[in-house]
């Protein structure tokens, strides 16, 4: 089921679950009739009916890809099923009367108030499929990123076993003290100055992040936020937050946030 891709198997089931009800509903409505109407004008008028939920399906689904399956989607899923949910009522109620006759807006307008409860049903069986999917499918992009970022990181600490001999002066207290690289765990910047963290101390180095970043080796240091560079060969654990972001916790047991924005330029970076 992996190697299926979600819009696949989501449009897969819902051509299942569209022929499924076009032959219930056919079935149901030739047997109200008492066997007036014939099998094949039954079904084509259920298809009919229900084909006009093929467009909603495609709705619902750029909604989710537009705006994700968080607060956001959820909002503007609700939006539209303000609309959707009467102009699929008044479809269906000038199908209906098309097949089996009837016509003028008030008659029409009687069946698609009486079709509406069938609709807000139907429109929320169709959101609920798309959210589960879109879950499914950040789920998979996790995965994937996750993978990249433990390639990174594997590839940094291969890296760290041969450490670089560069050094910098760090002024800790009212010493300055020379500090390996490969001993920094990570860098945070202070305004005109970028704090070192290594071996369970700090010091401070007069120089702009961006500066220092520009000097390092970017195999192996990355800025996972705006004001934090990290040594990847340093980091231990991985976590997967629920806004997308990552948590990175350090041989020290130091915890990073990198940010979404941040975890994409770095995989990039890094090439992966």
Not at 227 to 254: F, I, K, Y
């Amino acid at each position: 089921m992996r190697r299926i891709s979600t819009a696949v198997w989501t449009w897969g089931f819902g051509l299942y679950a569209y022929l499924a009800t076009t032959v219930s509903a056919a079935w149901y409505a030739r047997r109200a009739s008492g066997g007036a109407l014939e099998v094949g004008q039954s079904l084509a008028w259920q298809g009919t009916s229900y084909a006009a939920w093929v467009p909603v399906a495609a709705l619902v689904w750029l909604i989710l890809r537009r705006f994700d399956a968080g607060g956001r989607g959820m909002a503007a899923l609700a939006l539209a099923a303000i609309i959707v949910a009467p102009m699929e009522s008044l479809a269906a109620a000038w199908i209906d009367m098309s097949f089996v006759g009837g016509e003028g807006w008030t008659e029409a307008s009687g069946r698609a108030l009486g079709r509406l409860p069938v609709s807000i049903l139907l429109y929320t069986a169709i959101a609920a499929v798309g959210v589960a999917a879109a879950h499914h499918r950040r789920i998979g992009l996790e995965l994937v990123r996750s993978d990249r970022l433990e390639a990174a990181l594997t590839a940094a600490r291969a890296r760290h076993e041969t450490p670089s001999t560069d050094r910098l002066m760090v002024s800790a207290g009212s010493r300055r003290v020379p500090v390996m690289l490969s001993q920094v765990e990570w860098f945070a910047a202070a305004g005109n100055y970028v704090v070192v963290h290594w071996d369970q101390r700090e010091g401070l180095v007069r120089d702009t992040l961006q500066n220092l970043e520009a000097r390092l080796d970017p195999a192996v240091f990355a800025r996972s936020h705006r004001s934090t560079v990290v040594n990847l060969a340093r980091v231990c654990e991985t976590q997967s937050l629920s806004d997308g972001s990552w948590r990175l916790v350090l041989e020290s047991g130091a915890e990073l946030v990198a940010s979404r924005t941040y975890r994409d330029a770095l995989l990039a970076r890094l090439g992966r």
